[in-house]
């Protein structure tokens, strides 16, 4: 299956294991993301609460 015109955000922390198995398996899949380190960016988090209601991370946010 291919989604056409999709951007994915990936919101994650570097020493996160679940991020790092995230970004593997996009990158095994060739798939294309931008992502937000919470750790370097703190600012993000904001956004990212804003968007979800909370600061769990990862958190792949896709927008059209």
Do not use: W
């Amino acid at each position: 299956m291919v989604i056409k015109n999709v951007q994915l955000e990936l919101y994650a922390r570097l020493d996160c294991s679940y991020c790092k198995a995230g970004k593997e398996f996009l990158s095994k899949h060739s798939v294309s993301y931008n992502m937000y380190d919470l750790a370097k960016e703190p600012f993000t988090e904001e956004d990212l609460i804003k968007i979800t209601g909370t600061r769990i991370v990862p958190t792949f946010v896709f927008k059209s």
